[in-house]
């Protein structure tokens, strides 16, 4: 049998509409679980995931047959849906449009894990607002029109 072995590793980025922070306590931690268990089902594996009040980072990493927009759809469409259906916000839950995409190099693999699992120190520091502007200067996006 013949397959294609691919490795194609990214850091994806997204947060909530209105950066509302919807994602406090424990609550962060179900929809983590939810992700990672959805994802599974639908073939996509996720390396790393953690995230905040308000976004979600995760290292992915895309079969041959997927695309990245495909797979974002999949996982922030079937998990808000999943918070809305079982009720787990006091109001409407909605993730934002947008999303971050960065291709990680295997050599920075571990330091992008590590960033990934220190998200609360990470934002005793630096708020979402803060962190968004900064991938947006790093990565180039702020002239982008993709």
Not at 57 to 85: A, R, Y
Not at 95 to 112: N, P, Q, R
Not at 116 to 122: A, F, G, L, S
């Amino acid at each position: 049998m013949h397959m294609p072995y691919v490795k194609n590793l990214l850091h994806c980025v997204w947060g909530t509409k209105n950066r509302t922070p919807f994602m406090k306590g424990s609550l962060r931690y179900e929809i983590i679980d939810h992700i990672r268990t959805n994802a599974k089902s639908k073939n996509i594996y996720i390396d790393t995931i953690n995230g905040h009040d308000e976004h979600i980072h995760c290292i992915l990493s895309l079969n041959p047959d997927q695309t990245l927009s495909k797979v974002m759809q999949l996982l922030k469409g079937e998990s808000s849906f999943w918070i809305n259906k079982n009720s787990r916000t006091k109001i409407k839950f909605e993730w934002a449009d947008e999303y971050f995409g960065i291709s990680i190099s295997e050599s920075l693999l571990s330091k992008v894990r590590e960033y990934i699992k220190n998200q609360d120190e990470h934002h005793m520091k630096m708020t979402w607002e803060e962190e968004y502007e900064v991938f947006m200067e790093r990565y180039g996006f702020k002239n982008y029109k993709g």
